[in-house]
C-alpha cells in the first residue's frame, strides 16, 4: 500500500539552528501540506502546497518557515531559525484529487526537539 | 474561525461495551467533517468523510454521523484494538486546511 514517507523521525537541534524536515508524497497525488502537532495539544495546519506553489497558509507559518518541492518526489519544510516553541511532531500529508481535499495521507511524522 | 471541540478527552470501555464519541463545531460553510484515527507515536489516519446532515458512514465497529451542529462516532462491541485517539476535523468550504480537534482518547479493556 503506498504511504508518505517522513525523514528523519526524530531530530534534535539548538536554537536559532536551520533545519530541514523531509518527505515523500504519495507518487499519483498532487497536494501536499505539513501540520504539526505540540505535544498533548490539537493538530495545526501550516501550509498547503499545490502546482509549486503555496495555496494556503496559517498565522504559524511565519518568514520563518519555507517549502519547496526541489525534484518532483521530494517535499520538504525549512525552518531557518529555529525556536524552542517550534518543538513538535511535524507530519507531511498528501491528497490526489481536488473534491476529496479532507481525506488526506499522514506520514509518521517527524519530531522536532529544540533545545 | 472555526472551531472544533471533542468529548469527552478520554474514555475507558469494557470490550463489548458500546459508546459514542461526541465532536461539536462551528465553522463558516462546511464543506465536510472528518474522523481520523491517531495511534501513539503515529500519523492521523482517515476514517471517514460527512458531507450533510443525516449522513452517516460504517466501517467495521465504528459508524459516524452528522448533523448540523456535531457529529458522533458509534463504536459497537469494541475490541482492544480498537484503542487509540479519535480525532475530528471540519474544513470550510473557502479553505483547503482542516481544523482539527482535541480528540478523545479511547481505551478498551480486555
Known amino acids: 500500500e503506498p504511504e508518505v514517507t517522513q525523514t528523519p523521525s526524530h531530530q534534535v537541534t539548538q536554537m536559532g539552528q536551520e533545519v530541514i524536515l523531509r518527505c515523500v508524497p504519495i507518487?499519483?497525488?498532487?497536494?501536499f501540506y505539513w501540520y504539526r502537532q505540540i505535544l498533548g495539544q490539537k493538530v495545526e495546519f501550516l501550509v498547503s502546497?499545490?502546482?509549486?506553489?503555496?495555496?494556503?497558509k496559517s498565522e504559524i507559518f511565519d518568514d520563518q518557515f519555507s517549502v519547496e518541492r526541489p525534484d518532483g518526489s521530494n517535499f520538504t519544510l525549512k525552518i531557518r531559525s529555529t525556536k524552542l516553541e517550534d518543538s513538535a511532531m511535524y507530519f507531511c500529508?498528501?491528497?490526489?484529487?481536488?473534491?476529496?481535499?479532507?481525506?488526506?495521507?499522514f506520514g509518521e511524522g517527524s519530531r522536532l526537539t529544540v533545545l | 474561525e472555526d472551531q472544533v471541540t471533542q468529548s469527552p478527552e478520554a474514555l475507558r470501555l469494557q470490550e463489548g461495551e458500546s459508546s459514542s464519541l461526541n465532536c461539536s463545531y462551528t465553522?463558516?460553510?462546511?464543506?465536510?467533517l472528518f474522523w481520523y484515527r491517531q495511534d501513539p507515536g503515529k500519523g492521523p489516519e482517515f476514517l471517514f468523510t460527512?458531507?450533510?446532515a443525516g449522513e452517516e458512514k460504517e466501517k467495521e465497529r465504528l459508524k459516524a454521523t452528522l448533523t448540523k451542529k456535531e457529529s458522533f462516532l458509534h463504536i459497537t462491541a469494541p475490541k482492544p484494538e480498537d484503542s487509540a485517539t479519535y480525532l475530528c476535523?471540519?474544513?470550510?468550504?473557502?479553505?483547503?486546511?482542516?481544523?482539527f480537534g482535541s480528540g478523545t482518547q479511547l481505551t478498551v479493556l480486555p
Open positions: 500529508a498528501s491528497t490526489q484529487t481536488l473534491g476529496n481535499t479532507g481525506e488526506l495521507f
Open positions: 507518487s499519483n497525488h498532487l497536494y
Open positions: 502546497f499545490y502546482n509549486n506553489e503555496i495555496s494556503e
Open positions: 465553522v463558516s460553510g462546511l464543506r465536510g
Open positions: 460527512l458531507y450533510s
Open positions: 476535523a471540519v474544513q470550510a468550504r473557502s479553505a483547503r486546511q482542516l481544523t
